[in-house]
């Protein structure tokens, strides 16, 4: 074989790539380690891909998928022109870092956060500055004089479920006006009581991610959208792939934020489950902060993280643990019995850590 | 408004970005200008959508497609570990230039060719290197000796429709050995009599690109795969979004491509169609090259292509037309009526242009 090493870019070399959540492929298993929605999707986003022509599928689809953008923009009350439509929200990520950053135009996020961050800049070989939160992930003040072209805040933040209030966001997006763009990753708002969308009236440096992977129960369907001012939006275009949304992903997510009703009843759901869980876990001695997230971060107390997660997963439970993290584990929102089932082998593997 | 340039990179903000063929929302036209199937996809790939069910929605799906891997193994006698599914062929060559390319890193490619190469190198800040073909379109011999290092080769060309031999690819793989990548782009190879995926088994620097938009009339689906050696598909994996590929486009791609009956007969329909369109163009005056494609590329005489191109438009038929391909006029290959009355049409026209 006649493979050398040198044909990619140093830096792609270098890189270890992103490692997603394990996927399980059975379905009895209970998984609560990749944030997925535990209730399936609206029944009219099932009617939605039935209803997909063959035709439609022959042709190539709306390069903007403007059928969504109009959706969302009355969802939202802004206009049509300030809704970029993307694969997936990582792919917003993606795009922006490689519109904003090289290795001359930095990023900057506080941490820990989402991993994906520090993954894709070393792919766009731009510097990463980490700033780090404090214990109660509190927006660090330092975040406004870095210097970045693009600064990520995930909010609520993954994976400590934590929400920086919008005036505070907004206020940073005052300080970098004119010098960087405010990338505000709301992945999670779903499940928070309020929304920075807000600030695109009358900041042109925020761009918000949205995504319909966690609320709307579409992980498995790529789906998500920026929204900001047209210029935003115009240069983010550029850097799209020409025909990035399927033309089945533009009706079934077009169909998903359009039944409202089936997407707050379900987040209802699963916000009430959330403070039950959070109660129980407290209940039985973790330290949890109060999550806005469809998640939470669990502090186990008497035994090691890592061993509570491979006895966990034994039982055919996931959770996500992460290096570095210390002893907690971040634990998504299931169906009431499936948090009842994880509480039960929780408590079964701490006491017998104990004895 | 605070808006203000600068925001984004500099390279960003002169390019263009690619402006996608024209998508008329009306099925009443006859549409020749993007080269899509004029036959609807398989009815594996129909069903096979109508069986996705709710809980392949709500959960992620499998990053990297192996259903897909798998069935495209077997398909071109290769392992599961030569193959990446991306989401539509645009999007493997995003990520070749993105992974093998840099400011000081250079894309090679002959001219004319698909037009989306030099806007993803701009976008990528990676100087581009066009050699021109010469009148026949054969491979031009400096395409070797360039230094870049990553080389695409669209074959079929496209919009010439023809055809370089494996051999001279195999040989100018063979010269850049060690020193750069060869990307040959088979978007249109489903309509050729020979394939290069046979390379790499023997060259470690060839990656193949194929897609199902063409050939397999998914288009809508946005579905590709590449085929190389397991240490660039590594290489690529980095690059890629956690999960590009959605579940639905998961499941229809493997349906399609499992129906090998089904995509011959239509492959065989539209070869046969070309033949036919090919010497009715000839016959009318118009200078036609010898197409291995799903469109010829036709040079209009006695009239201007802008010309004929606006009043085809006119009367609903779209075909494509390229500033700086001189009176030439890209027209994909419909069905046998569709193509009558194509024919038809440009015969009424010209005959005006000349009285």
């Known amino acids: 074989m006649d493979f050398k090493m040198g044909y990619f870019r140093e830096n792609v070399e270098k890189t270890e790539g992103y490692v997603p959540g394990f ?3 059975s379905p009895s298993v209970i998984k609560l380690n990749t944030n997925e929605n535990p209730y399936p999707p609206s029944p009219g986003v099932v009617a939605a891909i039935a209803a997909v022509q063959p035709e439609q599928l022959r042709r190539y689809p709306d390069p903007l998928g403007n059928k969504f953008r109009q959706a969302a923009a009355e969802l939202h009350g802004v206009d049509q022109e300030n809704i970029i439509c993307v694969n997936g929200g990582d792919e917003l990520l993606s795009m922006a870092i490689r519109a904003f950053c090289d290795s001359k135009r930095s990023l900057a996020y506080p941490v ?3 991993t994906l961050y520090p ?3 070393k792919l766009d070989d731009c510097p ?6 404090d214990d109660e992930f509190n927006l660090p003040a330092r975040l406004a ?7 990520i805040v995930c909010n609520p ?3 400590s479920g934590t929400l920086t209030p919008v005036e505070e966001l907004a206020s940073l997006a005052d300080e970098l006006k004119g010098r960087g763009v405010l990338l505000i990753d709301e992945a999670y708002v779903d499940f928070a009581p309020r929304s920075c969308v807000g600030l695109v009236k009358n900041l042109g440096n925020v761009v918000i991610l949205r995504t319909l992977s966690k609320g709307y129960s579409l992980a498995g369907l790529r789906f998500g959208y920026g929204i900001a001012h047209k210029d935003i939006i115009d240069g983010l275009l550029k850097v799209k792939d020409s025909y990035n949304a ?4 533009i009706e079934a ?3 998903a934020i359009k039944d409202q009703a089936y997407f707050r009843a379900n987040v209802e759901k699963i916000v009430a489950e959330r403070t039950r869980l959070t109660s129980m876990l407290r209940g039985m001695g973790m330290a949890v902060l109060d999550s806005h997230a469809n998640f939470v971060l669990a502090e186990v107390r008497g035994a090691t993280a890592r061993i509570v997660y491979d006895q966990l997963a034994a039982q055919g439970i996931y959770v996500r643990y992460f290096h570095g993290l210390g002893e907690r584990l971040r634990i998504s929102v299931g169906t009431r019995e499936q948090n009842d089932r994880l509480v039960a082998a929780l408590e079964q593997i701490l006491q017998g850590c104990r004895s």
Not at 128 to 133: K, Q, R
């Open 246 to 249: 399927d033309a089945i992903a």
């Open 145 to 151: 004089k870095t210097g970045a072209a693009l600064t």
């Open 112 to 114: 820990p956060t989402y």
């Open 119 to 121: 993954v894709l800049a």
């Open 23 to 25: 996927q399980p492929s």
């Open 157 to 159: 933040n993954a994976p």
């Open 253 to 255: 997510a077009t169909a």
């Open 128 to 133: 990463e500055l980490e700033i780090p939160y």
